[in-house]
């Protein structure tokens, strides 16, 4: 038989990527078998695919990538629904008011007004005193006497009269040191208060009758020697000390040029009108009014003193009084006065800052003594009626928006007002009255 030549022909060993040799690992699968593996991305010498172990992390990551848009989602919606919730919880609403108005004009309108008065125009005092010092270079020195001094109140129980007591008139201490007034007084009569009698008083500044040291003492009660020889008064008329009596000194001071002494006074009077007006008027009840006129500044040089150094030290006292006017009373008044048949109660003055007040003969009007305030009121002047916010607060609490109209339907004293709740999509008022806040819309014109 012929011999087949192409069985004896081996061909030769081709090169191929097939027959590279590769090195063979074992892994352990989860189940703890092991699998025999080339390297990554090869085939077996059979032609067989190479098999990982399954570990099941690419579906995680499917299902993780599907969850993230629901994920986020919810959290959007939980988001919206706390910051509904909290919108709820957290509401608020403003009501603008605008009250009943009348504008009116004053020109010269004359008033008098009684003080600590029940009824009608009343006017109170209220006052405050403060003490200011500046540090200024001496010039030299010289021999100085100063007699010390201080307050004291004069009482005058004797009769209703008043008693003028005139200028250098004593004032005697237990132990005889003798003080007098350097300008005459008006002691008020005693008068009558819930049954019982009170004794009028008024408080003034005395001063020693020699210089010295001798004379700065503490609290004392004082008799008046001009009355000894009528003994019903000398005994029912009295002084009291306010104040300690201090300054005296009789020795070499240093001095200063009197151009600085007086420049540095100034300085010292502007800086305490100024502290002592914003202190008044940081204390002033709302319903009363204190104008710019109405304040009434009275100046005391006190002695200068010795400082370190060629210096000297100034010294002043500056006490402030203010004249506070009942804000109803005074608008009633210039209602009636201006505009009768807007005239009620319940009134006010919705621009108080543009109220020139003036008053009469202010130079001799004396605030510890005047009972009677005589004054003028010019400009252009807004009346309102006024209504209770509070109230109004509690009728709005809670019911919807849309009752705004019925609820103003009871308060006649408004013309009209709108309101604003928030978050905007609200349809009702808070039920906390804290949370409401109302807001007055004054015509201009």
């Known amino acids: 038989m012929p011999k087949n030549i192409l069985q004896d022909i081996v061909p030769p060993e081709r090169r191929s990527i097939r027959n590279i040799p590769v090195p063979i690992r074992t892994t352990k699968g989860r189940n703890g078998k092991k699998f025999e593996t080339h390297e990554k991305g090869s085939l077996r010498e059979d032609n067989s695919p190479e098999i990982y172990p399954y570990s ?41 008011v605008m009250p009943s108005q009348s504008l009116v004009q004053a020109e010269s309108e004359s008033f008098t007004a009684n003080k600590e008065s029940s009824e009608g125009l009343s006017f109170e005092i209220v006052e405050t005193e403060g003490d200011g010092k500046e540090v200024v270079p001496a010039t030299g020195e010289e021999r100085k006497e100063v007699k010390s001094s201080g307050q ?35 002691v008020p009569g005693r008068v009558e208060r819930n049954g019982s009698n009170v004794p ?15 004379h700065n003492i503490g609290l004392k009660d004082f008799t008046i020697p001009g009355f000894r020889s009528d003994p019903g008064r000398f005994e029912k008329m009295y002084a009291r000390s306010q104040t300690e009596m201090k300054g005296g000194f009789v020795g070499m001071v240093k001095i200063v040029q009197e151009t600085d ?4 006074r100034k300085r010292i009077r502007e800086t305490l009108q100024a502290d002592l007006q914003n202190k008044i008027r940081s204390q002033i009840p709302d319903n009363f009014v204190l104008f710019d006129e109405g304040l009434i500044f009275e100046f005391e040089e006190l002695p200068q003193s010795e400082a370190r150094g060629d210096s000297v030290t100034i010294n002043e006292r500056v006490k ?39 008053i009469v003969g ?13 004054f003028e009121i010019n400009g252009n002047i807004n009346l309102m009626l006024t209504f209770d916010a509070e109230q109004l607060k509690f009728d709005l609490a809670g019911k919807p928006k849309k009752r705004l109209r019925t609820v103003l339907s009871g308060y006649s004293s408004i013309d009209r ?3 604003s709740v928030s978050p905007p999509w609200k349809r009702s008022f808070p039920k906390n009255t804290d949370d409401i806040k109302i807001e007055h819309i004054i015509s201009e014109s």
């Open 417 to 419: 007002a709108e309101a």
């Open 320 to 358: 402030l009084y203010g004249i506070l006017l009942k804000k109803d009373s005074l608008a009633n008044a210039l209602a009636q006065r201006l505009d009768p048949e807007f005239s009620e109660d319940d009134i006010d003055v919705a621009n108080w800052n543009d109220v020139d007040f003036v």
């Open 362 to 374: 202010k130079g001799d009007f004396e605030p510890e003594r005047d009972l009677e305030l005589d």
């Open 261 to 264: 002494a007086l420049t540095s």
């Open 56 to 96: 099941g992390s690419g579906e995680s990551k499917r299902r993780r990538l599907l969850s993230r848009p629901i994920f986020w989602l919810g959290a959007a919606i939980a988001v919206l629904i706390l910051g509904f919730g909290a919108s709820l919880m957290f509401s608020s609403a403003t009501v603008s």
């Open 200 to 214: 009028g008083s008024v408080e003034v500044t005395v001063y020693a009758d020699e210089p010295g040291e001798k």
């Open 152 to 186: 004291i109140v004069i009482y005058n129980d004797y009769d209703s009269n008043d008693q003028r007591l005139i200028k250098n008139t004593r004032f005697e201490t237990p132990e005889g040191l003798i003080y007098r007034i350097d300008e005459s007084v008006v």
